[in-house]
């Protein structure tokens, strides 16, 4: 391997002296792990784009909520956020039942989970719903169409981690889950904890802000 | 094909699992999960909207050649029998419109980083596939219906869409193109990019995740850094795109107010100006996005050519990876007049200006790569030095634009156009067609004619060359982008002679495209020479340790990487091999090496 080699080129790790750096071995579950994350950057800029318009459309209104439309109420938004906060706590519960081969409980807090993403749409509808009635609606300028789109893009997003924490749960429910073969519990995991992580940005910058 | 390989795949437990081989034609050419075919499908879908887009350019030059006379030939009388055969106002804007959207978004994003990206990245890593093959294809599907909402526009109601590439609110609102294809195609742009990030959520998992050992980042091809920087680049600019076109679509469908503003506007309104920071917090990563790939198949070929190693590697690889970082924060020279606070300006001024220090690194290398070497004028490195050539007068042509008190002037201006035509048009293009003609033998196994490869370059290099040139000169003399007919104003009258000229040589440019399709056919359909395993001599991957064109699990055996991708004209190769290059993955023997003298 004692090949000189008078280049300066990029093979130059060869002429000092042949280093093989072995990978180790191909582990497909953190490849799949790796690739959420990807995903997860990835969404995070798309929300962070649609937060920076709201910012702006924001910032150069005069009056903000305009005198003439609702203001945003705070208390069940409020509730919403403890609600997907239980939510991920139960997902966490999920995953480390499933670790720890305990997979009845694993199936209860995977269920549980789903019904408090359900509980949490619910309660968005109501939220919608109030301020539909008390004259909010989407074409009454940019304060009620910033609204809406951010909250309504993420409850899509909602939409689907219940309908898949659902699925979940009922694989879970025939002992599809062990301490070994967990991977699509585990991934998620990190969609439902990004989604909440969302709603909680959301929550301060829309509602409390 | 199974069965002959299930012993060496079943050696290497560990190393990548391959899916099986698809059985039906269905799973074999359709909905198929082989990164290899998806990048022949990227390819095809990339070719056909790339000669739509051409067309398209055709017509708007006809346009400011003849403003307002009968288009000649098939096209008037057929595309254009509403209007006896003459380009409209209308008509006019859908086509610079759709010409911008299709070449950037659904003819050289899929040839270059859809084909090439698919095809190089598992080869060229020692990889048997991408590490997600389904999403892989899924990516491509979702990326063909988007093709499809493209053309759906032309035939919507009230025509296609009109509001330019960059759909600009408030012309892109209801207010000003209320027309569905204008609808259509704003969402094809959100769907394209969904399809966008499937891709790249592949592209850089597979790099990080599956590279054969001994694969380190500093041994990989430049082809495949510049895949995997413009992957990441993709990854996190898309989205904020997507983010415009989501809100663009929801005050287009369900009447909410981000852009529209003043009268048009109910209560207050949002502002345009919003959607011009979405859209280029993306646009501008979006330039480097469709030029990074190029600049890595070219420093690749630039060395693979001269048969001399890339000079200096690892500046190349820091000038790209720097420029990355830099085309994420300079945005807003895009905006200089939209009354920005201008210490705001000076300060993407300073920034923009910045990106031209790793750009030289990055060009001086290629010069030095080329410096002494012994150059073969193979018909991939004419185009390769045809990418350097324009990129060259492009990337000049950049610093005028991003100096705030000329760009004062020039904005909006044909400069404009030329400018962008050479760097993120003509140096893509040809960067694209090094490429496809480069590696054409590894993926369909046959040789494009060289001879005919010749004409297509010189006539694509010296038509590039004077169209964008024409269009640079027109700007310079003050003539706007985008008029329909710009000598109806007296200062532009004397213009014609110029734009007539610059049409000219369009025309000249698309004839010489017509000999790449005929070559193309006639390869692809035709039988067509079978070249060797390795018919350009050089050592990356997938010419010394695949087959032609490479088997469904692309290595018998995950090969063992040895060292870099520009190894040529070691004098201990020459005695043992008798040859000026070697592969990555090939051993030495030892008495070769001990053979050697202590000094090269």
Redesign the interface.
């Known amino acids: ?14 002429a000092r002296g ?1 280093r ?4 180790p ?2 582990r ?1 579950p ?3 792990y ?2 959420m994350v ?2 997860l ?3 995070t ?6 937060l ?2 709201y910012g ?2 924001r910032s ?3 009056v903000w909520p ?1 005198l003439d439309q609702p203001p945003l109420p705070l208390l069940l938004p409020g509730l919403n956020t403890a609600v997907a906060a239980g939510s991920s706590a139960a997902l966490l519960v999920a995953l480390r039942s499933f670790r720890g081969g305990r997979a009845r409980t694993g199936a209860r807090a995977l269920a549980l989970a789903a019904a408090l993403g359900a509980a949490f749409l619910a309660l968005q509808a109501r939220v919608w719903a109030a301020l539909w009635a008390d004259g909010l609606h ?9 609204f ?2 951010l909250t309504g ?1 993420h409850a899509l997003h909602v939409l689907v981690g219940v309908a898949s924490l659902a699925w979940l749960a009922a694989r879970a429910a025939r002992r599809a889950y062990g301490p070994d073969h967990h991977l699509p519990v585990r991934l998620w995991s990190m969609y439902w904890h990004f989604v909440g992580a969302v709603w909680l940005v959301i929550y301060l910058a829309v509602y409390v802000a | 094909m199974t069965s002959a390989t299930a012993p060496a795949l079943s050696a290497q437990p560990d190393l990548q699992p391959i899916h099986p081989a698809p059985r039906s034609v269905w799973r074999r050419y359709v909905f198929s999960e082989d990164h290899k075919v998806i990048a022949r499908q990227f390819l095809w879908a990339g070719l056909i909207f790339l000669l739509l887009g051409g067309l398209l350019a055709m017509l708007i030059r006809w346009q400011w050649a003849y403003p307002g006379e009968k288009v000649p030939a098939l096209l008037g009388g057929f595309l254009l029998r509403g209007s006896g055969g003459v380009i409209g106002p209308a008509t006019y804007q859908t086509l610079f419109t759709s010409h911008g959207l299709i070449m950037i978004f659904f003819a050289i994003t899929p040839v270059l980083i859809g084909a090439f990206g698919n095809f190089l990245i598992p080869l060229q890593i020692g990889a048997r596939d991408m590490a997600f093959p389904k999403l892989n294809m899924l990516s491509f599907w979702t990326f063909a219906l988007s093709q499809l909402l493209v053309l759906a526009s032309f035939l919507a109601r009230l025509g296609g869409g009109g509001a330019g590439w960059t759909t600009y609110p408030p012309l892109s609102t209801n207010v000003g193109t209320p027309g569905t294809g204008q609808t259509l195609i704003v969402a094809a742009i959100f769907v394209t990019g969904v399809a966008t990030i499937m891709g790249s959520i592949n592209y850089v998992t597979t790099v990080i995740r599956l590279r054969a050992p001994g694969m380190t980042y500093l041994r990989l091809p430049l082809a495949v850094w510049g895949l995997w920087l413009t992957a990441i680049l993709n990854v996190l600019f898309v989205p904020v795109l997507g983010s415009a076109a989501l809100l663009l679509l929801l005050d287009r469908s369900f009447g909410t107010q981000f852009f529209i503003a003043g009268a048009a506007a109910v209560r207050g309104g949002g502002d345009p100006i919003l959607f011009q920071h979405l859209f280029w917090i993306f646009g501008h990563p979006e330039v480097y996005i469709l030029i990074l790939p190029a600049w890595g198949i070219v420093g690749d070929l630039l060395s693979f050519f001269a048969r001399k190693p890339a000079y200096w590697y690892r500046g190349t690889v820091w000038a790209m990876v720097t420029v990355t970082v830099l085309s994420a924060v300079v945005y807003g020279h895009h905006m200089y007049v939209t009354g920005m606070n201008p210490l705001l300006g000076k300060g993407f001024m300073l920034l923009t200006l910045i990106i031209s220090i790793p750009a030289m690194v990055l060009f001086l290398n290629w010069l030095l790569t080329l410096w002494q070497g012994s150059i073969r004028l193979t018909v991939p490195m004419l185009f390769a030095l045809g990418m350097v050539f324009v990129f060259g007068l492009g990337g000049l042509t950049g610093l005028f634009l991003g100096d705030i008190s000329l760009d004062l002037y020039l904005h909006d201006t044909m400069f404009v156009v030329g400018h962008f035509h050479f760097t993120m048009a003509a140096a893509s293009f040809l960067g694209s067609f090094a490429a496809l003609y480069f590696w054409f033998p590894k993926m369909f196994g046959k040789q494009l004619d060289q001879r005919l490869g010749q004409i297509h370059f010189w006539t694509s290099v010296v038509g590039i060359t004077l169209v964008f040139a024409g269009q640079l000169l027109a700007g310079y003399a003050g003539q706007q982008r985008r008029l329909y007919d710009p000598f109806q104003y007296a200062f532009l009258a004397h213009l014609r002679g110029l734009n007539r000229w610059t049409s000219y040589f369009a025309f000249a440019l698309f004839a010489g495209q017509m000999v790449f399709v005929y070559n193309w056919f006639r390869t692809v359909l035709g039988k067509g020479r079978a070249p060797g395993d390795n018919p350009w001599g050089v050592g990356t991957l997938e010419w010394t340790e695949a087959a032609t064109p490479p088997a469904h699990h692309n290595f018998d055996v995950i090969p063992t990487v040895l060292r870099g991708p520009h190894e040529f004209g070691d004098p201990a190769v020459a005695r043992a091999f008798g040859r000026d290059w070697i592969g990555q993955a090939e051993r030495l023997p030892p008495d070769g090496g001990a053979a050697a003298p202590a000094k090269g």
Do not use: C, H, K, N
Request: charged letters at 5%; zero cysteines; proline letters at 7%.
């Open positions: 391997m004692a090949a000189t080699s008078i280049f300066q080129g990029s093979g130059g790790a060869e042949a093989v750096v072995a990978l071995a191909m497909p953190f490849t799949a790796l690739g990807v995903f950057a990835s969404w800029m798309m929300f962070a784009g649609l920076f318009g702006l459309v150069r209104a005069p305009p989407l074409d009454t300028g940019p304060y009620a169409s910033a809406y789109a893009f």
